[in-house]
């Protein structure tokens, strides 16, 4: 498995890889920050934030499949 540079993030509703400056939305959930390529994403994560956790937990690259705007055009 590659290796993630500093400060890349994976958006983990849609899977997109994000450097610093893509980076567009962030939301705290029990003292972990994470970040999202769109506010889009970073809703449906705020809203049941323990489900994403969870998976992130059992799968560190694991991401929803949403196809966030970022993805549709």
Known sequence: MPMKA???SLD????MNLQAHQVVAD????GV?????STECRDI???TPERF???LAHEPDM???HRC???RA
């Open 33 to 37: 920050a994470y970040a999202f390529c």
């Open 63 to 65: 991401y929803y499949g």
């Open 12 to 15: 983990p509703i849609c899977g």
């Open 45 to 47: 994560f705020a809203r």
């Open 69 to 71: 705007p970022n993805q």
């Open 27 to 30: 939301y705290t959930y029990i």
């Open 6 to 8: 500093a400060g890349d």
């Open 53 to 55: 956790v969870v998976m």
